[in-house]
């Protein structure tokens, strides 16, 4: 099922370090679905990717907003890349913990992918929530009140989380579907 994103801003927030394939591929999906994403970093003008088959820096991407001037306000969704060091760079930057906390306030759809549910944790939105993660994130997810289970994607009021690079054509596939859909009422805390 074709979804239709046309008009829908999409925040897409990473630091260097991120899962390149966690970026690239669902971002072409949103980009193929009329979305307009941006790409939001602690970085002022480029960010650069991990290429987890290379096991190395991959490529960079420009930096459209940092997260410092970025305001969940003007974006319809938020995507939360995966990767090891993005997201433990991301967890201590209040300004980028608070951005992610603002999209769940505003019960906004949020699709996070592998170490991505890391922000969710640190902003505090993860208490009786249903969601999946990178198998190393359980314990973490279930110590903050999260219900962590071993799925290809899992969908809960608006948030879409999905546990590894394989699992990207399914995450792809339901974060345009709850992103299409708008506002959640269960995604406040």
Known sequence: MQQDLNGKK???LVADGFEQS????PRQALDDAGARTFVISPNDDEVTGWDGEAGDF?????????IGDAKADDYD?????????????LRQ?????????AFFDAGKPVAAICHGP???IEADVVRGRHLTSYPSLKTDLINAGANWTDDTVVVDQ?????????DIPRFNEKMLEEFAEGVHAGQRP
């Not at 969704?77 to 760079?89: E, F, K, R």
Request: charge should be negative; glycine fraction near 8%.
């Open 10 to 12: 999409v925040a897409i």
């Open 22 to 25: 966690e970026f690239e591929k």
């Open 58 to 66: 991959g490529d960079s991407f420009d930096v459209d907003l940092t």
């Open 77 to 89: 969704a938020l995507l939360l890349p995966g990767g090891v060091m993005n997201p433990d760079t």
């Open 93 to 101: 930057i209040p300004e980028a913990v608070s951005f992610v906390r």
């Open 118 to 120: 890391q922000m969710l």
């Open 158 to 166: 608006g948030l879409v989380t999905s546990r590894k690079p394989d």
